[in-house]
DNA sequence: CATGAATGAGTGTTCATTCAT
DNA sequence: TATGAATGAACACTCATTCAT
């Protein structure tokens, strides 16, 4: 039981080692060996972890993911609608430097993903989680009269994701122009265009 | 009498092909190698018409970029603010395979710039482009009367940019999800935010 | 445990590889495949023991320097002024198979620090120590007085240099013509010149 | 016959070319595109003029012993003996920038004689004929009284070339400790050990 | 004669992967 | 379980050479 544990960790430590190189040096640098070195252990033992290279990369996409996903799972407790909604999308925008991060890999791993068909796969299926979260929130805010009636939930939802694609792609490329309130005025003229009636 | 080439011919041929074998195989296996085959050329060739990879890439982004807009200065001729703004979005959106392909690139350049200072570099230089076009034809717009008093023009213009990136994205990533009539709800969507009465 | 090798056995094997090679096919044809076909081994193994080509080259330069300084120093223990410069000198020439390879070495290795800033570098490094050794031996032997008593050492230490040096290129490039004999009286004669009266 | 005039005058050109490119970057980086662009030509034409790029390093160290000898040849005119040899050798060794460059492209041409057949048996020939011409002065000097009575011409011969070929390569890799003034100092020491007796 | 485009082999180097220890 | 040495293919790039024009 230890033992597994240990294993997930060291698996983790792995995964947070492809992180900070991804981010350093860009995800082509982000070689086996740089990723070793990185986790202070040898190029071989990556192979006990991870069937190969594109098994580290999607594994590090995933828990990427899975940490946004819980940190949005804590930031909606005991809320609902458009609150909860308002604090997922926050979660969601790079507004400091572990979500810069955290952004940085998510588009690292675009370019990758269009050349992968396993790691586009994977990408879909890491996309439905958040669509579903968001179309959830929105639904229940309309639910509560929190938007204006005749809003469709499917282009709202798709207005969100690409706020979050847009604004992690700009905030990446060109950090100076992409402040943290100039996301929060986007984000805000957004939910304002649903009609948003904080309840 | 030395053979006669079409030297910029030869140079677009290549970065045509280029461009294809971006979008099949991905950036990452874009080799010489391979962009030679497509090119139906050897591989020795390529260091005639550019000076190493890295300036076939950055040429073929610099095209792509020449490309859209040629066909944005096209579109507006005869038209100035809210329109030719219009038409300029429509122009800068994946509305069909030929700019699929374009957001295809351009999404696959922006995780190698991640890791590339000078691709990075010359990825900014082609945004003020895109940025400063967008602001002149706002400017217009608000000059002729056609937005609501109290427009931010920085703002929208980066609401703008945030659109066309991550549809960009969202269209590349997810094709099946981003239809052009999604694509086109959302402009027009942004655009009446914008306070926007046509003139 | 991992597989244990001794890394400066491997570093002076494939050292070796590479006198053997310079010697058999010449510098030019000193490649990294060449050597570690040499070597029995694969090209990539070199990578894991020397930095880069330059890395290996001047290793090989400096390998072999080192062996003539140990033969060096070996002959003349024990020895003191005249004594131990003829020996030092005659551990310089090429007199045997050995001293062949190394001349030959060296010789190859002119020509391509000609062009190449680093490599000019070390060789005037490891010439300093060959210089002050054998200026170190004239001194002794002038304060034995075993030197006629007007001798300019530096003008000696250069003209023992330029002996080894012409013997050297002589041997390597007209082999039949420069004898071990031929090459002794060269030297005694030159030690006569000093005024030299052995002890 | 003015055609040949002209595909001479091409020739010395081309290898004028070739002993810059040799001077200034090193024999390795001496590649045909970089000869033909010093001679301000195309790649192409070197084929006319040479076989292949052997017939070039090949020719260029002709060219350049042809005129070495030319300038030996007029040196000497109306000397005889000890005096011609003299001159001679002063023409040999690297007294001024001319000498100097032809010295750094005689130890370049070493290293690659090592490895290639033609060019060692190209230098062999060209030996011969300084090594023919030493002689036939000492042995003039010898019979004009100016030698001391026991000297073994062979000795001295391979003495006064292993005195040039050492002294052009500390030159070429030392600068700054071979002057001029050091070298004719060499010389007549040599000289004097012959017993000489200027005439 | 002369050009320079084109070729394809060869270069140094990097890398994911394997495996004896 | 963990190591790191070893492999061999792939990479970008260079080069001598050829040849249609």
Redesign the interface.
């Known amino acids: 039981m230890p033992k597994i544990v240990d294993w997930d960790a060291r698996r983790d430590e792995i995964l947070s080692a492809t992180w900070r190189v991804i981010a350093r ?5 982000a070689t086996i060996r740089a990723i070793a070195r990185e986790a202070h252990c040898s190029p071989g033992i990556l192979a006990h972890y991870f069937d190969d290279k594109a098994d580290i990369l999607g594994s590090a996409l995933v828990m990427s993911h899975r940490r946004v996903a819980a940190r949005m799972d804590a930031a909606t407790a005991g809320r609902e609608g458009l609150a909860a909604l308002r604090v997922v999308m926050l979660e969601a925008l790079p507004l400091d430097e572990r979500r810069d991060l955290e952004a ?1 890999i998510e ?10 068909a396993e790691l ?1 796969d994977l ?2 299926t890491e ?1 439905e989680h958040l669509w579903a979260r968001l179309r959830r929130h929105l639904a229940e805010a309309r639910d509560r009269g929190e938007l204006a009636g005749a809003v469709d939930l499917d ?1 709202a939802t ?2 969100l ?7 992690s ?2 905030r ?3 950090p100076d ?2 402040t943290p309130g ?1 996301q929060v ?2 984000l805000d ?1 957004l939910l304002a ?1 649903f009609g948003a009636r904080p309840g």
Chains 1, 2, 3, 4 share one sequence.
């Open positions: 040096d860009g995800i082509a640098r940085q588009i690292s791993f675009w370019g990758r993903a269009l050349g992968t586009r990408q879909h996309f282009l798709h207005q994701v690409v706020l979050i694609d847009g604004l792609a700009e990446v490329l060109y122009r992409v100039r005025d986007m003229k265009s």
